[in-house]
């Protein structure tokens, strides 16, 4: 699904630092531990006790993790054994005063949302974003209603905004835009909710995500309260590259219900300290740092959703959104534009006449799964075609180290200068990337995708369009 960047930027709460932490579009490193929805089944034919006890626990929601220390509860077998990840050793405590470890936490926190076949959050969130220690942005309460019910039924609303899907169809109300989004549901809708949001979050508890994979270490802080709720607190250090773009650090701090389970409150906070530009004159910073607080002040697990909590009726005065239909260049002479080379020298897309290009627009690391293709099709087709790959992008620095880091340094990637963007932006009517176009030895377009096409695609493209001009 390709919505607008603007409303993908704030489907969730997080106002993020987008030229730091990276494209919302990209997949999650961490896995999947069960198929919630077949395990809730049973649960929602049961109807859930107040206070399930000790001896006979729930099917909806389990017990306390207190009684993960007790040898005969069906939960001392968790997602994971203890030593999933790493817990800072301390000393033992008396036999009166033994505590559950972060393994045994996180393992009960997992199974708890899995089990839930329904949830309700009420709370507020606060984002803050600093620049070498000076803030730049947040420090506003946001209000934010969570509403879940299996196996797709979505509803997250803050002040301004709404996304919701029934589980076929998605909406997403900007208020500010006096517009919505209207799509199909489909998984990678889910995936972008869960990975807009850094760290453990509620939909990636509720989906059985297994985030063992992705904390490097826990440690188990004293109690507290959330209000009337007794918490744990455990802080969390999560692995780059994983959790975390590379160069990035989260660490997050839970506090989890003792007779619940629940997320009372999170404290993630993001670290990174940017690679320095090319560009000596322009200031660059030097840490860049977001902090989110969630408070959670209505935790409603295993109550009955109205489906009237998943519809969507478009206030008066609100129209849906349709986004811009790509230009038809096909038949078309190729807008000129002007680029530095790989050989340093200044170059201009009809310096090319002669040879067939393959010109593909794309944004690193958004477009990374394009690269395997473009690699493959640059050694196969070089001698038939010229590739030219423009990344829009305009941190060339980064994007040279990403394309080295990954094995892809000997592609032809150049960039643009304030001039050839606007060029790009009113000649090629860019909607979505990655975008190719196929183009012959007199600058004609010939063809064009939107999207990642295959390698066959693309030969069978260079084929046709060979037979054509023969």
């Known amino acids: 699904m390709k919505l607008p960047i603007r409303f993908y930027s704030i489907i969730f709460i997080v106002v993020a630092v987008s030229f730091i932490f990276g494209c919302a579009g990209k997949k999650s490193a961490i896995r999947k531990t069960t198929k919630p929805a077949e395990e809730t089944a049973s649960a929602q034919k049961t109807e859930r006790s107040t206070e399930p006890s000790a001896d006979s626990p729930s099917n909806d929601i389990l017990p306390g993790i207190d009684q993960l220390l007790n040898p005969t509860n069906p939960l001392q077998d968790p997602l994971k054994p203890p030593g999933a990840f790493t817990a800072p050793k301390t000393p033992c405590a008396a036999a009166t005063e033994q505590r559950p470890t972060p393994e045994q936490i996180m393992a009960s926190v997992q199974q708890t949302y899995q089990k839930m076949h329904s949830l309700k959050t009420i709370g507020t969130s606060v984002t803050i974003n600093k620049i070498d ?265 980064a994007s040279r180290e990403h394309l080295k880091n990954k094995g892809y340094g000997s592609l032809p990637v150049v960039f643009l200068d304030e001039d050839s963007a606007k060029v790009i932006d009113n000649g090629y009517g860019l909607v979505s990337l990655p975008t190719m176009f196929i183009i012959n030895s007199e600058g004609i377009v010939q063809a064009q995708a939107v999207g990642v096409p295959s390698e066959k695609q693309i030969e069978d493209n260079l084929n046709a369009m060979e037979a054509h001009d023969n």
């Open 133 to 397: 220690g000076k803030k730049i942005a947040g420090a506003k309460p946001m209000k934010v209603t969570v509403i879940f019910s299996r196996p797709n039924k979505i509803s997250i609303s803050n002040d301004d905004n709404r996304f919701m899907t029934d589980g076929k169809t998605v909406y997403n109300y900007v208020s500010s835009e006096k517009s919505y989004v209207k799509d199909k549901m489909n998984e990678e809708v889910i995936e972008t909710l869960i990975t807009n949001r850094p760290g453990v979050n509620v939909l990636g508890l509720l989906y059985g995500l297994d985030y063992d994979q992705a904390i490097e270490s826990g440690k188990l802080l004293p109690d507290s309260k959330i209000a009337a709720h007794d918490v744990y607190v455990l802080a969390l250090n999560l692995k780059e590259g994983i959790a975390a773009p590379k160069g990035t650090r989260i660490t997050q701090t839970l506090w989890i219900g003792k007779k619940d389970m629940g997320l009372y409150k999170t404290v993630t906070t993001l670290i990174a300290r940017p690679e320095p530009g090319k560009d000596k004159n322009k200031k660059q910073p030097k840490l860049i740092e977001q902090t989110i607080t969630t408070t959670v002040s209505s935790f409603q697990p295993n109550v009955t959703q109205s489906a009237n909590a998943f519809a969507f009726k478009p206030p008066a005065g609100v129209k849906q959104y349709e986004p811009p239909k790509p230009l038809d260049l096909r038949g078309k002479q190729a807008p000129d534009f002007a680029f530095a080379w790989t050989d340093g020298t200044i170059k201009k897309l009809s310096d090319f006449k002669g040879k067939t290009v393959l010109l593909d627009f794309v944004s690193l690391p958004m477009c990374d799964p394009q690269l395997p293709v473009l690699k493959k099709v640059n050694d196969k087709l070089k001698s038939r075609a010229q590739l030219i790959v423009v990344d829009v992008d305009r941190d060339e620095a």
